[in-house]
């Protein structure tokens, strides 16, 4: 079996990344370990950056994103019992956010891929093993409904996540690994309730940390800071609302719409970098590669940008013979991601809670109060929330 492109992960980066370069004639095979229904079922972001947006709509799969996503102009900050609001377009030059569930971009992403003659997917690939790519000779063997199969192919892209098997197979003396853990958790709740406000609300209090935001106008995602030692069957739902509305000003909490969860969860946070992202042959993309604290939502959108910068590297290699790009990828995409990396920190620093110590309390009070006091506070926070442009020069 060959192709030109393998890509193991058929999660939404590894489905654009295939579907950006079928629409450049560039054939790729996607191994995928779980079934389709479980893969569109996965609960994860719904916040998406312009650029995310526009990669949508370049890889012809945005007429449902256009239609149904929800445009966020701006969010709100709770801290101190004061409502402060970032107006992130107007911060920006008119960037903006959309919110738009990941499952659903997983789903429009599904019924473009498969129905692309240039794709093929194979779900349910068991003992996923890439081989040779520091030779220059990479393959991917597995096993597929009980027969093994070995791929042979130009180049790997790993998409497959924090615990997938790409970066597994990469030899521990050809990379560094970059990790920071958090002594909390974010327990999530999905509920089909009205949300709470039109935008995205972060609250900084002294019982911990907590998000309410939405992924439709009838569904809500809400958030709570935890500790680890916490499990999700320690949390009835009206355990849940009563610590929500205790992290509420009085005016919110009163207008907070409850109703049943359907899905529940507690995600510790980390942040995590693998430096490089280039290895021989292999790629890493996505959650491979990286992760971000859930804060400020910018893991999907990094994912995204791997996407363009890779895409963009492979179709200048096929279509005019050029290296230039797929040697500049790994550096290039990395100086976006610590970008995110330390914003993400950064606003993650300032709005949870790490330890009973008063003066660290105060702390992240008197800064809060600081920046939201300065137009040019404001426009930081806004600049790095809605995502740092692209790199120009990678053409």
Known sequence: MKTQVAIIGAGPAGLCLARMLSLHGIHSIILERQTRAYVEARVRAGMLEQGMVELMRRAGVASRLDKEGLVHSGFKLIFDNQISHIDLASLTGGKQMVIYGQTELTKDLYDSV??????????????????????????????????????????????????????????????????????????????????????????????????????????????????????????????????????????????????????????????????????????????????????????????????????????????EGRSDLLDRYSATALHRIWAAVRFSWWFTSVTHKFSDDPIEQKIQLAELDYLLQSTAGQTTIAENYVGLDLAEDFV
């Not at 615990?163 to 999530?188: D, M, N, Q």
């Not at 995602?221 to 680890?228: A, G, S, W």
């Not at 320690?234 to 005016?251: N, T, V």
Request: hydrophobic share 35%; glycine share 6%.
């Open 114 to 319: 498969l129905a692309d003659s240039n794709i093929q997917v194979f779900f349910g690939a068991q003992e996923v093993c890439p081989s040779g790519f520091l030779e220059e000779k990479p393959r991917v063997s597995f096993y597929y409904q009980n027969t093994a199969y070995t791929l042979s192919c130009d180049y790997l892209a790993g998409c497959d996540g924090y615990h997938g098997v790409t970066r597994a197979a990469i030899p521990k003396s050809c990379l560094r690994e970059y990790e920071r853990t958090y002594p909390f958790g974010w327990l999530g709740l999905l509920s089909d309730t009205p949300p709470l406000d039109e935008e995205a609300i972060y609250i900084h209090h002294q019982r911990g940390f907590a998000l309410c935001s939405m992924r439709s106008r009838t569904r809500s995602r809400y958030y709570l800071q935890v500790p680890l030692s916490e499990q999700v069957s320690d949390w009835s739902d009206q355990d849940f609302w009563d610590e929500l509305r205790r992290r509420l000003p009085a005016s919110l909490a009163d207008s907070l719409i409850t109703g049943p969860s359907f899905e529940k969860s507690i995600a510790p946070l980390r942040s995590f970098v693998v430096e490089p992202l280039r290895f021989g042959s292999l790629f890493l993309v996505g959650d491979a590669g990286h992760i971000v604290p859930p804060t400020g939502a910018k893991g999907l959108n990094l994912a995204a940008s791997d996407v363009h910068y890779l895409s963009t590297a492979l179709i200048a290699w096929y279509q």
